[in-house]
């Protein structure tokens, strides 16, 4: 049976803020591994920078995609606390729809890009589309956590902070 807790384990905080470093190094790195395919794609040469971060793109992006795996495992045999007493039955559905579609997201990118780079599929389009998506889901995420935290002062953000 999962158990709910008041805050999240040492290893539920760590593997967030792992997946938080790692996705925000993929954000601002992607356009290289862009330029990488496209000159790879026109038969031209490809810059050594482009090339250094594009392979730092891809590795990253499989690791991504184990530590995701290792996070839903771990998400559904210890379960994640209850929400805050006294929110919203609304705001506790969106909370839970987007911490899903992170999970969606996280899961299904790198996959995209796998499939994209070896041409197995012509998904470099909706590959790319998940940058602007992420960073709305990102934008949402926090915007939350600073309003539970600094508005409502339910104690929301400590939770990912301090483990319980």
């Excluded at 709910?4 to 790195?29: D, F």
């Excluded at 184990?66 to 771990?74: G, I, P, Q």
């Amino acid at each position: 049976m999962v158990e709910h807790r008041n805050g999240y384990s040492p290893l539920q905080i760590g593997i967030h803020w792992l997946v938080v470093l790692m996705v925000v190094v993929q954000i601002i790195i992607g356009e290289n591994m862009e330029e990488m395919v496209e000159a790879l794609e026109k038969g031209e040469p490809v810059g050594a920078s482009d090339a250094f971060w594009g392979t730092v793109h891809y590795w990253l992006g499989i690791a991504i995609f184990a530590v995701m795996l290792v996070r839903l495992a771990v998400r559904l045999t210890s379960g994640a606390p209850a929400h805050a007493g006294g929110t919203p039955r609304w705001q506790n559905i969106a909370a839970g729809a987007v911490h899903w579609a992170f999970y969606v997201v996280l899961l299904s990118v790198p996959i995209s890009g796998l499939v994209a780079y070896y041409g197995i599929a012509d998904v470099g389009d909706l590959h790319a589309l998940s940058k602007p998506i992420l960073i709305v889901l990102i934008a949402i995420h926090v915007g939350a956590a600073l309003y539970n935290q600094f508005v409502r002062k339910d104690g929301t953000l400590m939770r990912m902070v301090r483990p319980q």
